[in-house]
């Protein structure tokens, strides 16, 4: 079975532009969730989604968003970029939403805002 | 919400000792705790994870304790190797009103196996 992938693996953008990264789960996981990793925040939580439905949020400004497509796929969107939001953006799937179920990580999209 | 302490944040040990990290939650409803080895450069691995109705968990070299009323849980690791070399991370999983998945992390700890 194919693992979580996300594309693009790199990307450059400048202060006040804005990206769209992606994110397809393993198949038949149909829960979403991202997070953003840097070397001083660690690993924080960006949202989930379940079934098209956003079912959590982290404690991110409104300029993080997301969204779920019927097939699973997630998309997550940063408008307006800053430099701190220079970071690597991790999806993981599982295959439903509650609280213990096992996560399965992407490779990560490396987000550079200059 | 929930908060996750993790220590030590570096570990340094000799090729065949034992390591330990610890760590402790603060929300009493997460019932799920998972530990993930980030090699440099790749993603976050699943090694070993433990729920709410368990206190301990083995798998080969890999231990986990959960101690539910102290809050806190512990990843053992056995006659190290060096590519145990790498930094793991502890979590808990909150669900909050609406269900779901919402993993909060500690900090990391960098394990250093030396020959």
């Known amino acids: 079975k194919a693992g979580v992938t996300q594309t693009p693996r790199y990307l450059i953008k400048t202060r006040g532009q804005q990206v769209t990264l992606s994110c397809s789960p393993i198949?038949?996981?149909?829960?979403v969730s991202w997070y953003q990793q840097t070397p001083g925040q660690g690993l924080q939580f960006l949202f989930e989604?379940?079934?098209?439905?956003?079912?959590n949020k982290g404690n991110f400004p409104g300029r993080f968003s997301g969204r779920q497509f019927s097939n699973s796929r997630s998309e997550m969107n940063v408008s307006t970029l800053e430099l701190g939001d220079s970071a690597l953006y991790l999806c993981a799937s599982s295959l439903l939403a509650g609280g213990s179920n096992e996560q399965f990580f992407g490779p990560g999209t490396r987000l550079t805002v200059l | 919400g929930e908060n996750v302490e993790q220590h030590p944040s570096t570990l340094s040990v000799q090729e065949g000792d034992s390591a330990v990290i610890k760590c402790t939650y603060s929300d009493s409803a997460s019932n799920y705790f998972p530990w993930y080895k980030q090699e440099l450069g790749k993603r976050p691995q699943l090694i070993i994870d433990i729920r709410s109705n368990v206190g301990e968990k083995k798998d080969q070299r890999i231990a986990v304790t959960l101690n539910k009323t102290a809050k806190h849980f512990s990843l053992h690791i056995t006659e190290t190797q060096p590519e145990d070399s790498a930094v793991y991370f502890c979590a808990a999983s909150w669900a909050p009103g609406g269900g779901g998945n919402k993993l909060t992390f500690g900090t990391g700890t960098q394990l250093k196996v030396e020959l």
């Open positions: 989604y379940f079934s098209e439905t956003q079912r």
């Open positions: 198949s038949g996981h149909r829960s």
